[in-house]
């Protein structure tokens, strides 16, 4: 099969299926494994799709944004491992910032004190936060309907009083060279400034969001300390040049 017939083949398989293995495409198009990750590369570097672990996917539309419902059927076991080790960054007496969002929203069971604060943007965080006993502030604002974050200038307001010793951040899109992206302004400022108000700052993202770009930025790569699943090789260490990543395993 000629390479543009495999690039066909592999653009089709991405538009009809969520993610396509390696092994997969190997089988449909007789090529070897080595063809078929180069072709991956390739591909990805015109921007047509994302390597992912063992596969690619097709790129998102910068304005896509699943709802909560949606969000927190994906990945869920990688979420968890996520959100297992950024809990277990937190100490007793820490003042810490848990950024709205499904990944974020895993922490909460593992968090190994309740003898913390906790300052939230994510209205869906409160209920659980408060069943552990901890001490809890929700910050003000309009509450945005799809993924039931507090955003707006209420909430820039609000936060301004607070100072963290930690923030643990959920994002869209995480990027070499565009660094970590969401699709709504709003919520990016809200992100933003969570990240200039505090000593540390972690960000929790699942293969799905690395090489994604979302329409709003709010900081580069290097604001934090990377947090994902399991990911290529060579992936991993274009990140690991610019930032301090770690890898949990599935």
Request: hydrophobic share 40%; net charge neutral; glycine share 8%.
């Amino acid at each position: 099969m000629l390479t543009d017939e495999r690039f066909a083949l592999i653009l089709d398989c991405v538009k009809h299926q969520d993610i396509v293995k390696i092994q997969e495409l190997v089988e449909r198009t007789g090529a070897s494994e080595s063809t078929i990750r180069r072709d991956l590369t390739e591909l990805e570097n015109k921007k047509f799709i994302k390597r992912v672990h063992g596969g690619a996917r097709l790129l998102k539309g910068k304005l896509q944004e699943a709802s909560v419902p949606e969000k927190s059927s994906k990945s869920l076991h990688e979420k968890k491992k996520i959100a297992q080790f950024a809990a277990s960054k937190v100490e007793k007496g820490d003042c810490i910032f848990i950024d709205a969002g499904t990944t974020t929203q895993q922490m909460i069971g593992y968090l190994p004190h309740t003898e913390i604060v906790v300052v939230t943007n994510g209205l869906m965080h409160v209920e659980e936060l408060l069943e552990r006993g901890i001490k809890t502030y929700l910050i003000g604002g309009a509450v945005k309907p799809r993924t039931n974050a507090m955003v707006g200038r209420g909430a820039l307001e609000s936060m301004k009083a607070y100072r963290f010793d930690k923030a643990f951040m959920g994002t869209n899109g995480v990027h070499p060279e565009f660094g970590y992206t969401t699709p709504d302004p709003e919520e990016a400022q809200v992100k933003e400034l969570a990240i200039s108000l505090t000593r540390e700052v972690f960000m929790l993202a699942d293969d799905s969001k690395i090489g994604e770009i979302a329409f709003a930025s709010f900081g580069k790569i290097q604001d934090a300390f990377l947090i994902v699943n399991e990911l290529e090789e060579e992936t991993v260490s274009v990140y690991q040049k610019l930032t301090t990543v770690k890898v949990v395993g599935s």
